[in-house]
């Protein structure tokens, strides 16, 4: 039992982390159909405001105090929202927005745009991998039985999650900025017609994709070393969560990020890694083959 309920915390604890990274992806790539492919490199940039809050506190109090630490990270994770949300915008102004017809342009821009953004972060912090101190009070493990440890570093980003998706929630579904947007994506014209403001909906959406992704960056720096690469290696877990719940459906992106994690996990688990995330894969490609909307589907007025 005690086995069996690890791996369900394991699951939901991956299934937490693809959502943080699937959240931004599932508002650039399912609410406005734009192939991001730099948004690996939005959650590079958010862990490196992490790593950057921690340099510049331990300068100016010449500390490595918990408190420093904890209260340096705290603030890092919305100053990497506003920051990256930030960036965000200035390439939906000065890119994406031309390329909103010509879907192949925008992967191939964006693919590049990825490429710049690994090389200006080798240049600034080094190609090395870089380690970000994690308060104190997240080291170590909730324990429940001898057998059954949770750490407190998993619950914590299960909980950032559970905060990312009810703030999003609340904005897309209780607010008239959300409620915008929503009208934007189903019928841009007849919303145009109705007064609203389509070009800043789409800046908008982009900025707060982009936002959503450097909170996913800031989480990702309790896990382990954060280089260049690091968005890389989620940005195809973050596709598949995406197409998986259905493009524009945001209670689908929360299933698929879970059904993933514990699919992950019990494969892993019952053969080898690298094994359990190719059949992982293969389940994803039988599923879309039969129902291709994937587990929730939007429908949309053209």
């Not at 790539?29 to 490199?41: D, Q, S, V």
Request: proline letters at 3%.
């Amino acid at each position: 039992m005690e086995s069996l309920l690890t791996q369900a915390f394991n699951g939901l604890s991956l299934g937490s982390v693809l959502l943080l990274v699937a959240l931004g992806l599932a508002f650039t790539f399912g609410l406005m159909n734009i192939i991001n492919m730099a948004h690996g490199e939005f959650i590079m940039i958010g862990a490196y405001v992490t790593y950057i809050f921690e340099q510049a506190a331990t300068h100016f109090f010449g500390t490595h105090a918990d408190a420093v630490i904890t209260w340096c990270f705290l603030l890092s994770i919305p100053a990497a929202f506003i920051i990256v949300g930030g960036i965000g915008m200035l390439i939906e102004l000065g890119i994406v927005q031309f390329l909103y017809k010509r879907p192949l342009d925008t992967l191939l821009a964006t693919w590049g745009l990825g490429l710049v953004l690994q090389q200006l972060a080798r240049t600034i912090f080094g190609a090395p991998n870089v380690s970000v101190a994690s308060p104190s009070w997240l080291n170590g493990s909730l324990v429940i039985s001898m057998g059954l440890l949770l750490p407190y570093k998993r619950l914590f980003i299960m909980a950032l999650a559970l905060i990312c998706v009810t703030t999003i929630y609340f904005y897309l579904y209780r607010s008239r900025s959300g409620r915008c947007l929503r009208a934007v994506m189903q019928n841009r014209e007849i919303a145009n017609c109705l007064g609203v403001r389509t070009r800043w909906v789409d800046s908008m959406t982009f900025a707060i994709g982009s936002g959503l992704a450097g909170i996913a960056g800031s989480s990702l720096t309790l896990i382990g070393p954060i280089g260049p690469t690091l968005g890389t290696n989620y940005l195809v877990d973050a596709f598949m969560v995406v197409v998986l719940g259905g493009v524009g459906r945001l209670s689908g992106t929360i299933i698929a990020a879970f059904v993933i994690g514990i699919a992950d996990t019990i494969f892993e688990f019952t053969t080898t890694a690298s094994l359990g995330k190719v059949l992982v894969l293969v389940l994803i490609i039988v599923f879309l083959q039969w129902k291709p909307t994937g587990l929730v589907n939007l429908s949309r007025t053209k």
